[in-house]
């Protein structure tokens, strides 16, 4: 549903392009006044295009975030595990409802652009009329932009994609929205300092160079920057990812297993059973093996081993053992008992 999501939204943008020619008039279509564009100086250019590429550099620094926990074991401080397709479907889900209420803000009011090709210049023909010429729509062709283009029938409003040079389609600003999404998105699967200070910095930076390219009014912008968040947090309350034991087997059918070896794991999918690590055991697991009994010693002066130590670990919870113990259980394993603390 989120990528279907992203067609039914490029379509709605090209209809209101086609609104915005055909019903709005020359005085309609004078861009507002905004406080914003007087802070920031208008940017053409390469700069014009930063913050799209900017988006583009966050959409990919989350996406390879989530692909990279398919790879390596990458677990929170509070041990909760990552699991990528849930991470995913966060963000999918987030963006269909938050593009759903975008598409109803932008159809109802049309709002005139303020971006380079969206600018209505009257003429110098047009500023002699009389001013009822700048009253009717549609407006005159003789004040567009050379980079004027909306589409002109049903098969360019359905087909053409064209997320950087549209018209109308502002209120809320989906730059910010995608900025913001991968911000939450970083902060709540991946609360790693140098993940946030990343994401966190791309988006302080997004902000400016949005409004100084003249792609959004700072309204639009502003508001995306509160909407995604509560949005995001009510998404969240609402439906909390599946990721305890019981969801994996009763809604995907997917079992955890321990094997005879206490610190050996295992998934079974449709009756094939992987390993895995023990940072990937979802909440609720309980491990079959609650103790672990563990020997060390050394060579006595005649070379002879001699057994001089043992303890006994036990793990009461309903989680598998903590990465304190596990990191205690590998250093006994390497008969370096002080390791153990006790």
């Known amino acids: ?99 759903t209420l975008r598409i109803l803000s932008f159809s109802f009011t049309l709002l005139p652009g303020s971006s380079s090709q969206c600018l209505y210049t009257p003429s110098p023909s047009q500023l ?48 910010t929205i995608f900025a913001v999404l991968s911000v939450m998105a970083t902060w709540d699967y991946f609360p790693f300092p140098g993940t946030k200070g990343f994401s966190t910095a791309c988006l302080v930076i997004l902000v400016p160079f949005t409004l100084a390219s003249r792609k959004h009014y700072s309204v639009d912008v502003f508001t995306s920057l509160y909407v995604v968040p509560v949005i995001y947090e009510l998404m969240k309350l609402k439906f909390p990812d599946e990721d305890s034991v019981l969801d994996f087997e009763g809604k995907y059918g997917i079992r955890f297993s321990q094997d005879p070896d206490p610190l050996c ?54 989680s598998p053992p903590s990465r304190h113990l596990r990191e205690n259980i590998i250093t006994v394993r390497g008969k370096d008992l002080g390791g153990l603390g006790v």
């Open 1 to 99: 549903m989120g990528f279907a999501m992203q067609i039914i939204h490029s379509i709605f943008t090209n209809l209101v392009y086609y609104f915005e020619d055909k019903f709005m008039t020359g005085v309609q279509r004078m861009p507002l006044y905004d406080l914003g564009f007087d802070i920031f100086p208008t940017i053409t250019g390469f700069w014009w295009l930063f913050s799209d590429l900017l988006i583009y550099l966050m959409l990919t620094f989350i996406i390879g975030l989530l692909v990279l926990s398919l790879f390596v074991s990458l677990k929170t401080e509070n041990e909760r595990p990552i699991y990528a397709v849930l991470g995913l479907k966060r963000i999918l889900k987030t963006l269909v409802v938050l593009q």
């Open 265 to 318: 794991y295992s998934v079974t999918i449709r009756k094939a059973k992987f390993p895995i690590h023990m940072d990937q055991l979802p909440r609720g697991f309980r491990p079959s093996v609650t103790s672990f009994d563990i020997r060390g010693g050394g060579e006595d002066g005649e070379g002879n081993y001699k057994e001089d130590s043992y303890t006994t670990v036990r793990t009461e919870s309903d």
């Open 128 to 175: 002699s009329s009389p001013l009822s010429e700048f009253l009717a729509s549609p407006a005159s062709p003789l004040g567009d932009s050379p980079d004027w283009n909306p589409p002109m029938t049903w098969e360019e409003i359905i087909f053409r994609i064209d997320p950087s040079t549209g018209c109308g389609d502002l209120m809320f600003s989906s730059h």
